[in-house]
């Protein structure tokens, strides 16, 4: 889900109602981004960067990083804080997937593309 709203709403109201994080204000208009489209959109550009997609037994799409995966349970996980400019990502991915170290820098990088993507 995406939703343009005008800047005069309350937009922590909105967006803690709404359950979505804001990332993006550009001409009056904030956007925002729901688990679902945050979830698009990592297995969009991780496809887009060369690693393989595919499906678990459990039926959950996942990342696989080469020898270590994320699923769809742990993108789920690490929304919203991960969209934070402050964000630890390595932090965040070992509280929810411990031992999974060369999932960091490929997530740094989706994430810088995803806020880049939401920010102009």
């Not at 945050?38 to 459990?58: H, M, S, Y």
């Not at 490929?106 to 939401?118: A, G, T, V, W, Y």
């Amino acid at each position: 889900m995406v939703l343009l709203v005008p800047r005069y709403f309350n937009q922590q109201f909105l967006a803690c109602y709404l359950g979505v994080s804001s990332i993006s204000k550009s001409e009056g208009v904030e956007v925002y981004m729901d688990r679902e489209l945050f979830i698009i959109k990592v297995v969009e550009c991780a496809r887009k960067q060369g690693f393989v997609i595919e499906t678990n037994r459990d039926g959950f799409l996942q990342i696989d990083f080469g020898n270590k995966k994320l699923h769809q349970k742990h993108l789920n996980e690490l929304f919203p804080e991960i969209l934070s400019s402050n964000a630890k990502i390595a932090k965040l991915i070992e509280k929810i997937a411990p031992g999974r170290p060369c999932t960091h820098k490929p997530m740094r990088d989706i994430i810088s593309l995803i806020n880049k993507e939401f920010s102009g």
